[in-house]
């Protein structure tokens, strides 16, 4: 397949986005990325002191949280890298 060809199959996936993915994108951008990082820390933070306390499901329930915050800092990097046009 050529370049020409994959990039025009890009632009007409990315046209295809909604308003709603649009508007997310837009209020995504304005967050800085280091929030992302600093609430994944605390989620691990968080659960170590519910873990040594005994909570032990509420400690996994709130350790599970980090991934999904680190993932929402990639998505917010690549946004403002790649606009939200």
């Not at 308003?19 to 691990?44: C, H, N, Y």
């Amino acid at each position: 397949m050529s370049q020409a060809t994959m990039s025009r199959r890009g632009a007409s996936a990315h046209e295809g986005e909604g308003v709603v993915a649009r508007m997310i994108e837009e209020q995504t951008a304005k967050l800085p990325s280091d929030i992302f990082l600093w609430a994944a820390g605390a989620s691990i933070v968080g659960s170590l002191t519910l873990q040594a306390l005994g909570e032990e499901h509420k400690s996994l329930f709130v350790g599970q949280w980090a991934p999904t915050f680190l993932i929402l800092g990639l998505y917010n990097k690549l946004v403002k890298l790649h606009g939200s046009e």
